[in-house]
């Protein structure tokens, strides 16, 4: 069964950086597309930033380029989501997602930011 875990959240301050891990066990086969989302308190889950299998492909929410990036590292079976220049509103519970083939959520983990 496949299951993907998430590490790395915190609490930090804002300008603070972060690291986020999502391993995926249970699969010998690289997912298609690995992607973070994020879901503030009273709002709906939203994208965050995704990259294709080789790596050479990513894509960033607005709210993010250029402080956060993507990363993959397929023997390992792990995406990372590097978070710097944090700010207050990028408080959230950030989730992974992996497609291709199924798709897969993992539990979430818990990054704030405080002023």
């Known amino acids: 069964q496949v299951q993907l875990v998430e590490s790395g959240g915190g609490l930090v301050q804002a300008g603070d950086s972060l690291r986020l891990s999502c391993a995926a066990s249970?699969?010998?086969?690289?997912?298609?597309?690995m992607k973070w989302y994020r879901q503030a308190p009273g709002e709906e889950r939203k994208f965050v930033a995704q990259?294709?299998?080789?790596?050479?492909?990513?894509a960033y929410a607005d709210s993010v380029k250029g402080r956060f990036t993507i990363s993959r590292d397929n023997a390992k079976n792990t995406v990372y989501l590097q978070m710097n220049s944090l700010k207050p509103e990028d408080t959230a519970i950030y989730y992974c997602?992996?497609?291709?083939?199924?798709?897969?959520w993992g539990q979430g983990t818990q990054v704030t930011v405080s002023a």
């Open positions: 997602n992996a497609i291709g083939p199924g798709t897969y």
């Open positions: 249970g699969r010998t086969v690289s997912f298609l597309v």
């Open positions: 990259i294709t299998k080789s790596g050479g492909s990513t």
